[in-house]
């Protein structure tokens, strides 16, 4: 179909809550996608972070050829095997507990929330979260969310959501009330803008949850299946959480999410409680099962320590020749450049130079590339963002 007609089609009958990047997509292979005109783009933010194993990856894709001709979908009052055998897996690869799941990440944070207050119900239902995090997209979602931005024309906001400083383990004791239930928070901010939580004050945390007896969900969303050179990003702090939401990379492209809670309480969740009509689907299933597999087998967690590290240098070299480089950060595969000046302009000529990146806060240049990128393809990405940078500071860039 022709270009125009494809952006027709969307202005026409699409709702429009999304900010469109005139790019049609059509097909995709590891670190590269290729548009409607054949023009091939290397994508180190693929998918928002959904396609971790890179796009239409083998086992991925073979694995639901294979489970879409035997059983697509069948109703969670039935039993299906591979919904097992991967509750089964992320426990192995976890902590000792139960999993549900859903389709996104929103969903797997709804049912954190009213497991938590089912657990406090009825005096305690206030649960804490972290200023510049991101939840989700659910009227409950950007309550927990810390950026107004999200939160903007959907008031007024479901009460029973406290909002502190990141890394702030002084704010958290303040902010614990008799009401409190339960924290949440990413170990690695992401929509925040690739924001890290300090090791001393995620201990912290956790020591002062057992304390309080209050819970503590760790949102792996975008830290977990591998992103971070650990399975779940909270292994790198030597904790663990009571309970973990994660999505994206989960399905490798396909949608999935889970909420994943400590065996104690798990079955808070009875009958008629919570449920899903599309989680945990014999076809989401199949896919994160190959997921899984691919991580274990094709040894990706060591493929992402050793790329991670070297995209590190790279950007770390990039910020001793490009003085708008105000900082670098993240851990493993998810890299933040936080720029002295607005990054829209440096996110598009990336784009004219066929590289796909994020741009997230206005100012930090988000990269996480699959987790089967190679140090070729890294020095491609850094060579594109050199090029951008060394050019709009030739045309003056505005520099705090």
């Not at 969670?76 to 000792?96: D, K, M, T, W």
């Not at 274990?296 to 590290?309: D, F, R, W």
Request: include cysteine; proline fraction near 4%; charge should be positive.
């Amino acid at each position: 179909m022709d270009f125009r007609k494809i952006i027709r089609l969307y202005y026409d009958y699409v709702v429009p809550c999304y900010t469109k990047t005139p790019l049609v997509l059509e097909r995709g292979r590891g670190t590269r996608v290729w548009d409607s005109h054949g023009d091939e783009y290397l994508d180190f933010f693929p998918g928002w972070a959904v396609s971790g194993l890179g796009h239409c990856h083998k086992r991925v894709t073979e694995a639901i050829k294979r489970q879409s001709e035997q059983l697509i979908h069948v109703s969670n009052n039935y039993y299906h095997e591979l919904q097992g055998v991967l509750a089964e897996q992320v426990i192995r690869h976890s902590f000792p507990g139960k999993v549900f799941f859903c389709n996104s990440g929103a969903e797997a944070n709804e049912a954190a929330f009213k497991l938590v207050r089912k657990l406090g119900n009825p005096s305690r239902h206030e649960i804490i979260t972290i200023e510049r995090s991101f939840h989700g997209r659910t009227l409950s979602a950007i309550a927990a969310t810390g950026q107004k931005k999200y939160q903007e024309g959907f008031e007024p906001l479901m009460p029973g959501f406290v909002n502190i400083p990141f890394n702030d383990f002084a704010a958290l004791e303040r902010a614990i009330t008799p009401r409190t239930v339960a924290i949440m928070l990413e170990p690695i901010q992401g929509e925040g803008g690739i924001r890290v939580a300090d090791a001393q004050y995620l201990s912290s945390v956790r020591r002062l949850c057992n304390d309080k007896k209050i819970y503590l969900i760790l949102d792996e969303v975008q830290t977990g299946m591998g992103r971070t050179g650990r399975m779940f990003c909270y292994k790198n702090y030597g904790i663990e959480p009571d309970i973990m939401t994660l999505a994206k990379s989960l399905g490798g492209g396909f949608p999935i999410g889970a909420m994943v809670a400590r065996k104690e309480i798990a079955d808070t969740l009875q009958p008629g409680t919570h449920a899903t009509t599309f989680g945990g689907s014999p076809l989401a299933c199949a896919a994160a099962l190959a997921v899984f597999e691919a991580i274990e087998k094709e040894k990706l967690l060591n493929n992402t320590v050793i790329t991670g590290s070297y995209l590190f240098k790279k950007l770390n070299e990039l910020k001793k020749k490009h003085r708008v480089i105000k900082e670098v950060r993240g851990m493993a595969l998810m890299a933040g450049v936080e720029l002295e000046v607005e990054g829209k302009n440096i996110y598009e000529e990336c784009l004219k130079r066929k590289l796909l990146i994020n741009c997230t806060q206005g100012n930090v240049l988000r990269l996480m590339p699959p987790l089967v990128v190679k140090e070729k393809e890294i020095d491609r990405a850094i060579q594109i963002l050199d090029e951008v940078l060394a050019a709009q500071s030739e045309s003056g860039l505005n520099i705090k």
